[in-house]
């Protein structure tokens, strides 16, 4: 007689744990049981965005009383989206650093060397605006894999290289810029135009808000239907539906309202569509997936064979190209390059930025949306404070304790959900 040899049941596989399966499957459906599920996340720590989105009314409805209404004006937050812009590329560069358990401290240095070899090639050496922005670039990349080079082959620490190269890179600019120190873009550069003066037809932000709608409802649909196919639980067409349809509705009524005054910045555009498309980067690829395991534990990514030194070259080049382009950027928009671009509290509001809009400072966890977020928070308190005539010294003072606030929120969220075992 032949018997046939069954495993036991464990809490993996037996009855109880279909149980609660089948329960959570069950409250994961329609839009109840979506708030369910965000509770119960809340509750484990995993604040999401929450923190964030919060600040962000409490500085709007705090910045609006005091302006005595100026700060929500058109005009105020078609000026805020121009500044968002110019610092928010720098930040997205931080986000991926950060991934990675890292840090880069001369993102503005290398900000503010990408417009010095812009104006210096355009102005003064009458070289195309576009073989001026591709030399600015390459200069980023070469930084980047400088950093990659020291980081991968002697092991020194990111804060350590990249502190040194905030000072080399400040002296850098200096040389470049020669004896004048400032070089100033001429209105009529393309870059200029593109930076200050370019704002997308209403017609044009008003489709674009749609098709941000309707990207979220085609997403949503293939996920499911990618779920469906491998057997696992599905979101709730409810749920899509009632998310596609009010991220329409408010990009809508916010275009409209930017519309009263010169409208929807192209740059602005440019920085949001980076960010989308770092976040697909980051969430769809095998690379995105091996910045996330690299930043949650470098030993263990190696060991299940990722390419460990070509994420973190390919992070340091992305990080310094992302400089780049917020230094050319800021050039464009002040119509300038000086002895002051990329200093000051440029590394402060990137660095604050990432942290306060949700990547942790332990790696591994964060999306490109941080920088978006961030940003938009930080340029905030800047314009807030700014309209009610605060110096600069108190804003830095606030701005640091944003910072340390994000800092705590983050290590009290790590905290909780190494506790409930998230």
Known sequence: MTYERTAAPTPETGPAF???????????????GAATGFIDRVRAGDLGSLPVVVGLIVIWVIFEILSQGVFLSANNLVFLLVQIAAVGPIAIGIVLVLLLGEIDLSVGSVSGLAAAVLAVMAVNSNVPIGLAIVAS??????IGLLYGFLYNRFGVPSFVITLAGLLAFLGAQV????PDGTINLPQSSSLVQFAAYSFLPPWLAYALAIVAGASILVGDLLRNRR???????????????????ALA????????????????????????LLVVAMNYLLQRTRWGRAVYAI??????????????????????ILCSTFAVVGGLFSAGYGATASAQSGTGDVNLNAIAAAVIGGTSLFG?????WSALLGVI??????????LISIDTNTRFIVTGAVLLLAVIVDSLSRRSRVRSGA
Not at 175 to 178: F, K, P, S, W
Not at 364 to 368: E, M, N
């Open 175 to 178: 040389i470049v810029l020669g």
């Open 377 to 386: 928070v930080i340029q905030s308190i800047a314009s807030g404070l700014n």
């Open 249 to 272: 509705v408010v990009l809508l009524a916010v275009t409209a309202y930017l519309a009263t005054d010169r409208g929807t910045s192209l740059m602005f555009v440019v920085f949001v």
């Open 364 to 368: 591994g966890r964060g999306s490109a």
């Open 227 to 245: 779920r469906r196919k491998a057997g696992l639980s599905t979101m709730a067409l409810s749920i899509t539906l009632v998310k596609s349809i």
């Open 137 to 142: 670039l390459a200069v980023g990349i070469l």
């Open 18 to 32: 279909a149980d609660l399966e089948d329960e959570r499957l069950r409250r994961s459906e329609g839009l109840k």
């Open 295 to 316: 930043g949650g534990n470098v030993e263990a990514a190696r060991r299940a064979g990722l390419k460990v030194r070509a994420v973190y070259f390919s992070v340091f």
